[in-house]
């Protein structure tokens, strides 16, 4: 084996100090310079946004309008439905404003939801993350909820001009403040329960005497801040005391598809 | 032609680590995501120089963290150690040979997300780690040693459409010679 010539020991160098300046850059900076490298991919996600709806197109095409009147018919049903839930609900949301009124509570704000397509997944095995195609240029700001009409997903990381970094429930950095709907209310955080299953995740720190039973549906607590209260996480498959056994720890299936995602809702601030 | 050939490899990590991204259909079926740089990195490390494989290590890396959750920067590190080792002791490999590609993939596709997460968690980081790691792993080394002749095979191909293609050889032979010319005559 050759030793390095003085030329190759400069270029060695320099790379290894290049990714020590990286490495040791302040967060700010890195996320800049980091959302700059992720832009240079803006090109081909386009492209591919293009492709994925000219094949949808061809399949629609494609599709006999037999199979378009059945759907349609099914749509139509389901329409109806969701015109009566909306009654109803419009009904009861009337109530809850007259009631918090009487009470002097303040009232809730309502959500203000933007549907955002997943452009992106972390190309890493190690972090559970997705780049959807809302920016600072559409007023997106770090932290915001991110959800699908089945659950919560995750929150904003990384906003970038065009596209943004979404941390997935799972994921180490996206923790999240729960409680169980039992009788008992019990609260626990969220966390990652491990590499291989994407759909279940870990409720941490529930107290020993936690009435936790399988099915029970598991909520945003709303502490903390960050997420709204309410908002379906997931069902508890069991749950056994951690290593330490000072709490108890379940698992989790989560109500929305995270290996599925195509679109998500942001909740904006 | 040199640049031709960086300006192929370049964009051929831009593009892959894109397709990495975008499509998911491994992490479904195999619980765990390809990585396609190390295969690039050992085409780059037998077929260029140290500064080629520098600047791939460098713009991949870039690249990859570009997509990723992973601190800027961090990808680069193990790149480049793996392509200056395969670069070093190239002399010593039959790179011709599937076996030997085969096996360089697997050793690069293993030991760059091993010294990715070493840094990681050497920096502080807690990434995901679990038994189920070891799965990923797995999988990632068997794709790049698959990958890695694939790789091989598409850049021979590149090659083959866009260099020069070599003279052919000449017909000529000094017995078969016929001579005309009068000077020659008299001569002889």
């Keep these: ?269 | 032609m040199k640049w031709f050939r960086a300006i192929t490899i370049l964009s051929a990590a831009w593009l892959g680590v894109f397709l990495q991204a975008k499509c998911g259909i491994t992490r479904t079926l195999l619980a765990a995501q390809l990585d396609v740089l190390p295969p690039l990195l050992v085409y780059t490390a037998l077929t260029s120089t140290v500064g080629m494989v520098a600047l791939v290590a460098v713009w991949g890396g870039l690249c990859l963290d570009a997509l990723s959750a992973n601190p800027l920067g961090v990808s680069i590190l193990p790149l480049f150690v793996v392509g200056l080792a395969i670069n070093r002791g190239r002399g010593l490999i039959l790179h011709w040979q599937i076996t030997a590609r085969l096996a360089l993939g697997a050793a690069a596709g293993a030991a760059v997300p091993t010294l990715t997460v070493l840094l990681l968690l050497t920096g502080g980081h807690n990434p995901l780690l679990s038994w189920g790691s070891v799965w990923q792993l797995l999988v990632m080394s068997a794709s790049a040693a698959v990958l890695t002749p694939a790789v091989f095979k598409l850049f021979e191909l590149v090659d083959c459409a866009f260099a020069y293609r070599p003279a052919g050889a000449t017909s000529f032979r000094h017995d078969r010679e016929i001579r005309r010319d009068k000077v020659l005559k008299e001569a002889e």
């Design chain 1, 1 to 269: 084996m050759a030793s390095l010539t003085r030329a190759q020991y400069k270029i060695a160098g320099l790379v290894v100090v290049l990714a020590l300046v990286l490495l040791s850059l302040p967060s700010r900076t890195a996320d800049a310079l980091k959302s700059v490298v992720a832009s240079l991919f803006l090109p081909l996600i386009g492209f591919a946004s293009t492709t994925d709806a000219l094949a949808a197109n061809a399949v629609d095409r494609l599709m006999p309008k037999r199979e378009l009147a059945r759907q349609n018919s099914l749509l139509r049903r389901e329409n109806q439905q969701l015109r009566a839930l909306l009654l109803q609900a419009q009904e009861q949301a009337r109530e809850n404003a007259r009631l918090r009124e009487l009470v002097g509570w303040r009232a809730q704000s309502a959500w203000n939801l933007r549907v955002a397509r997943v452009v992106a997944r972390d190309p890493a095995n190690w972090w559970r993350t997705v780049h959807i195609d809302l920016g600072s240029k559409d007023g997106l700001r770090e932290n915001a909820p991110v959800l699908t009409p089945d659950g919560l997903v995750g929150r904003v990381g990384t906003v970038g001009i065009a596209t943004s970094q979404v941390l997935l429930l799972g994921d180490p950095n996206c923790r999240v403040s729960a409680v169980v709907e039992n009788a008992k209310r019990d609260v626990g955080v969220i966390g990652p329960a491990g590499a291989l299953r994407s759909d279940v995740v870990e409720l941490n720190y529930l107290p020993l005497s936690a009435e936790v039973k399988p099915g029970q549906l598991v909520l945003t607590s709303g502490l903390g801040g960050v997420f709204p209260k309410g908002i379906p996480i997931g069902r508890i498959i069991d749950a056994a005391p951690a290593a330490d056994e000072m709490h108890l720890k379940a698992r989790v299936k989560l109500s929305a598809n995270l290996s599925g995602l195509e679109e998500v809702l942001v909740l904006m601030q």
